[in-house]
């Protein structure tokens, strides 16, 4: 039983909750519809509102005569621990606790008037009130308007229709448990709660009937065919009420009082007495409460799966606009790196193949640099006029004697120049490759899309970042580069001074008449040349495709996952310092 009161206690905490989270709309029943309520119907001046403050133990609604009650009074009852002091909160005054339940009474009239003005108009928009207290079991009721026949002065004609299609929108829904209070001193085939209850509820598995002002019959009649189900049958017992009376209420007789007047009514008197166990205004509470109990005992496993689904609703909603910011200048920090750390790790799922982009940058390596090298104009720089320009030069006045030294160092230093460019045109691409996945990361980060400022802030670091990246790349690929102009491999041409070269013109024919073609030598040596220089270009090409990518991913791409970001901590720890 404690257990299935705490649980009481928890539905109506959600439905407290669905109701500041504005959840009474979609498809389907919503979380608020399922939860199940207790709707106290009747005509005007049946005694709804004293069947409700005798429920709860205390006087607090507004009372009157004609139309009082002119909007939905939501009243959420909360059981607490014996000893505790009895108190009221409003939904639409939050965090104030009212002891005063003349204040409370005071709050509704006025909170009444804010929204209908000070006519006899009625408003759907319900007020939220929930009470705590250790005198009341875990319920919500819902007090509507009173149902009636004419327009009185003030009113609109279409009043009548209006808190009929008022009602009928809360006790139409399946979930509802319908209260329905009809006064004992009218005929009980004329009750405006009786007639809508059987027409939303045929079966009559959700009306409670409640026969109040018992003690106003004439004398010579009472309602026992009526509470004993002979007049009107319904498949929950019928109650008794006595409330307190207008002499009572001016004499200020506080509830608990008027609760044990009630029960020394029914215990004594010769229509009721048979009844009495089964009468009163507590004995109607604990009624409601355990048909409760019975409803969500049946109905746990549905609402604790759209409880479920709500929460992870909720949490995607406050995923996507964004949960609450702390003010202390620590919590703030926090939240930043966290986000940081949040579009760092999207970065690196760019990067390391989680998500797409970092193919990107292998295809620098094994396409564009690949078609960068092929392109270098060798065959110009190592053509038989160049070699031989530049062979001449490099020995001055003194021809070489055996082989041109110099002017393999120049062709081949020359040579290695060109690769310069396709080792910048590498850096470049990577680099710009980086910088589409930064923007990309912080677009696809949920965390940073409330805070376009810090995107923009983070985006900028990146950047910066990315830029020394760059030139430390740069500057890392231009010096493989010079490594290889800067010390030759010595062995390469050993072995091509002791290959023994062809002659393509065949021996020399001691019969033929004349010297033998110097023009023709002098070609197929710096042919020779040439093709020397080629072959050693093309070893430091192989070299340079494998160590420049190499020297890129270590400088860029490596240190971006690494650090991308550490100068703005730095900057961001020095601001909170």
């Known amino acids: 039983m404690a257990t299935m009161t705490s649980l009481i ?3 109506n905490k959600i439905q407290r909750a669905c109701t500041v989270l504005g959840d009474h709309g979609g498809e389907g029943l919503s979380l608020w519809e399922a939860l199940p309520s207790v709707a106290v119907v009747g005509g005007q001046s049946s005694g709804k509102s004293s069947v409700l403050e005798s429920v709860v133990g205390r006087d607090f609604l507004p009372r009157g005569s004609g139309i009082v009650t002119r909007r939905p009074l939501v009243l959420q009852l909360h059981k607490t621990e014996e000893g505790t002091h009895e108190y009221a909160e409003f939904l639409h005054i939050p965090r104030r606790r009212f002891t005063d339940f003349a204040a409370v009474r005071k709050e509704i009239a006025d909170e009444t008037d804010r929204i209908t003005g000070k006519t006899k108009q009625i408003s759907n928009i319900p007020i939220h009130l929930s009470i705590y207290s250790p005198n009341v079991v875990n319920l919500t009721l819902i007090d ?5 026949k004419v327009a009185v002065e003030g009113q609109q ?20 448990i319908i209260l329905a ?4 001193n009218q005929d009980i ?7 809508i209850a059987r027409e939303v509820d045929p079966s009559g598995e959700r009306t409670f009937g409640v026969v109040t002002k018992l003690d106003l019959m004439d004398k010579g009649t009472n309602a026992v065919d009526v509470l004993e189900g002979r007049q009107y049958r319904l498949q929950h017992p019928w109650v008794g009420i006595v409330n307190r009376s207008q002499a009572d209420i001016n004499r200020n007789v506080d509830m608990i009082a008027a609760r044990r ?9 010769p229509e009721y007495g048979h009844l009495a166990h089964k009468m009163g205004s507590e004995y109607l509470a604990k009624l409601l409460s355990q048909h409760l109990e019975q409803v969500i005992r049946q109905k746990i496993p549905s609402i604790i799966a759209l409880i479920n689904k709500t929460i992870d609703e909720l949490n995607a909603e406050l995923d996507r606009i964004g949960r609450p910011i702390a003010v202390d200048s620590g919590a703030q920090l926090y939240t930043i790196l966290e986000m940081c750390r949040a579009f760092d790790k999207v970065f690196r799922e760019h990067l390391d193949g989680g998500r797409p982009g970092g193919d990107r940058i292998y295809g620098v390596f094994d396409h564009q640099l690949p078609a960068a090298l092929k392109k270098l104009p060798f065959d110009r720089h190592l053509s038989l006029k160049n070699v031989q320009r530049v062979v001449t030069e490099a020995d001055g006045y003194q021809p070489h004697l055996i082989a041109p030294e110099q002017g393999y160092r120049r062709l081949i230093e020359g040579s290695i120049g060109y690769f310069k460019g396709p080792a910048e045109a590498s850096v470049d691409a990577v680099h710009f490759v980086l910088k589409e996945l930064v923007r990309k990361s912080i677009s696809e980060t949920e965390e940073l899309k409330r805070f376009p400022t810090l995107s923009n802030d983070i985006a900028t670091a990146a950047n910066e970042a990315l830029e020394k990246f760059r030139e430390e790349s740069r500057k890392t690929v231009l010096r493989l580069v010079d490594m290889e102009s800067s010390y030759l491999t010595v062995e390469f041409f050993r072995k091509i001074h ?23 030598y002098t070609d197929n040596h710096l042919r020779k040349i040439g093709s020397n220089v080629n072959s050693y270009i093309g070893m430091v090409c192989d070299t340079l495709k494998n160590t420049i990518p190499k020297a890129v991913v270590h400088c860029q791409v490596r240190e971006a996952k690494r650090s991308l970001l550490n100068h703005f901590y730095v900057h961001v720890g020095r601001k909170e310092v």
């Open 261 to 269: 007047k009630e029960r020394e009514y029914f215990e004594t008197s």
């Open 189 to 195: 085939a004329t009750s405006d709660a009786i007639k």
């Open 181 to 184: 209070i009809s006064p004992a």
């Open 157 to 176: 004609e279409s009043i009548v229709q209006d808190i009929e299609n008022m009602v009928r929108s809360y006790v139409e829904k399946p979930n509802c």
């Open 9 to 11: 206690g928890l539905i």
């Open 498 to 520: 002791f290959e023994p070269e062809k002659n393509p013109n065949g021996p020399p024919n001691p019969n033929r008449n004349g010297p033998p073609n110097m023009d023709s």
């Open 144 to 148: 509507l308007p009173g149902l009636t």
